[in-house]
């Protein structure tokens, strides 16, 4: 298992933001391995993704949840002493950044992005979909990192949009960035999300999308296609700007471009077997990994093994 390294202080962020990289898809395949499966592809989309917004773009203040969190303690707003994820982003600030990630099954990638940011330990990580554990596999409010339940999917974008309008009215100018995977354009409550961001002029609202054409039942354009959505989202209001989404200047650079007014959609083009390319053979349904033969397993320890003697820990 990849362990997080201290940063010497001459290390460009960017090589910071590869190496995170790296330890996010090796900790998600080490899961992967020892479980028999695991949401693999989605760390391979989003790995550059979640790196560069820890550890360059978001303004976050020191967290003040613990690196191996407390046990399930109930509901948050149950009237117990429960709370929400949220603390692993820090105490909130008028001038500090809000972060929401929307997929919730992409909890593990979120998870190991906490581990590089230093802001959950490699021990907190372990207690990863165990019984009593806040460390789940479907992230909910009370799990690391999150601060709402999306729902069953697209219902975080219209929660995100609504404190954005509060802070908006409070004139803070902390911006509320969320992260929304590309499946989550097919539901009609994300397009509303986006007609009122629009509409209210949620400038300081940030989306980064993860682009990697991938939904449960295969290749979006089989399924159900969106694009162009770039177009799609401008014609609802929003200024949209589309990135390589492994590119670390090109994820961070779109965050610092001038405001226009509008609420701004990162569309972050992706490859779903990146850094794992032994991912490719399970084409066109990578939407899970659950091995189909002690073989199949064994391969994949193979390739990751190949891996870690090429490139070494991170």
Known sequence: MPSRAPVNAGTRWQDEVARAARNIRLRVMDHTIAHAGGYLSQACSAAEILATLYLRTLALGPSVAPLVPRPFEGVPGGGGDASTGAGYHGAPGPDLDRFYLSPAHYALVLYTALVEAGRLSPEGLAQFNRDGSTVEMIGAEHSPGF????????????????????????????????????????????????????????????????????????????????????????????????????????????????????????LCRTDPCRGVEVLSARRPKLHYVRFSSPAEREAYVAYRDTVMRRGGEG
Request: glycine fraction near 12%; charge should be negative.
């Open 147 to 266: 601060a709402m339940m999306g729902g069953a999917l697209a219902q975080t974008l219209s929660q995100a949009a609504g404190i954005a309008c509060a802070r908006q009215r409070r004139g803070e100018r902390g911006r509320v960035v969320v992260f929304l995977s590309d499946g989550e354009f097919q539901e009609g409550q994300t397009w509303e999300a986006v007609a009122t961001m629009a509409f209210y002029r949620l400038e300081r609202m940030l989306v980064y999308v993860d682009v990697n054409g991938q939904q449960c039942d295969g290749a979006m354009k089989d399924v159900m296609g969106l694009e162009p959505l770039d177009r799609r989202i401008e014609a609802f209001g929003g200024r949209a700007l589309v990135v390589d989404g492994h590119d670390p200047e090109a994820l961070d650079g779109a965050a610092r471009l001038p405001s226009d007014g509008r609420p701004r959609f990162v």
